[in-house]
């Protein structure tokens, strides 16, 4: 979460690299062969952005898998680092760019069925010794859709070499993972839960605003994240006590999830509204609460444990303190001690740091909606290029 990022702010800087006229979208072969992948997120999709601009990400994080912190608010990989999977025998002129969250790097891995073979996604703004003709990460934890009064600005610059051939940017995969930030401002914001729900049509407004603006730049294929329930998350339900009919049977905040699920509704007919305004662009609504939700509600039946506290943490009923967060150090006795620091076995947790989803979750997320098993239309990432016909 942190400090908001407008994604309309951090548009500019692919309109100042990407200024060329679109390009009239070739016919691909089944299945897409995506050449890049475009991310607009926030924390959820961050590979190292805030922390390559405001200071490393601190151990644990990253532990899982990758041995280290890598600029990622997890213990080791996001659902887009599994979307854009690198095939270790895979074309190395493919390109990855994400205006989203969280430190890139390239890291082997196998292809299966469903991934699209693109490297890890790396930050726009950790450009010192980057190449990015392999992608660039545009997304900051904290990003919102709407500019927020609270909201930092940066910006930065690439060598013409190293970006990607023009053409990639009519053929690539723009994924959208945002808009939980702008109903947790509200909230932030002392609004009531009415208020905030007022708030989502000027959202999606500006989340419309956004697709035009890719759209004029040649994008024409979108895969779009609804918003989970964060009323399940440890941060929510730390901050905001509830009274218990406010409390659903998983122990989640009600209201939290109402209005996620209202926004989802709104976002969904502002997906069909698009594919009128737009009919040579194909839209994908992906339905990710309905997943994560079924994930906490069902933890143990799908392995995990403890769906409500987070593995990273420091104490309290959610193992959450927003003074505390994970990886957190004091001073004791002339010693630096590790206040926060991750549970036994983070692969049977859903929960990170209380804001984020561990990696084993993460995959099981991904697992559930690579294949479109909850999409609209219900069509598998790798074939989202294809219009669907009525």
Known sequence: MGSHHSTITLLAALLVLCSHPPLRTSALSSPCAFPAIFNFGDSNSDTG????????VPPPNGETFFGAPVGRYCDGRLIIDFIGQLEISARQDRCVWSFGKNHGGLSGGVLRGHDLGLPLLNAYLDSVGTNFSHGANFATAGSTIRRQNT???QTGGVFKDLLPPLEYFSRALYTLDVGQNDLTAGYVSNMTTEEVKATIPDILSKFTDVIKAVYGLGGRFFWIHNTGPFGCLPYVLDRYPLRAPEVDHVGCGAPFNEVARLFNLKLKETVMQLRKRFPRAVFTYVDVYTVKYTLISQARTHG??????????????????????????????????????????????????GYHYTEAANRWVYDQIVKGAFSDPPIPVTMACRKQSN
């Open 49 to 56: 952005g805030l922390s390559a601009a405001f200071g490393a």
């Open 151 to 153: 909201t930092l600005f």
């Open 304 to 353: 995990f444990e403890h769906p409500l506290v987070a593995c990273c943490g420091h104490g309290g009923k959610y193992n959450f303190n927003v003074h505390w967060g994970c990886g957190a150090t004091a001073v004791v006795n002339h010693t630096k001690v590790l206040i926060s620091k991750s549970c036994e076995d983070p692969s049977k947790r859903i929960c990170w740091d």
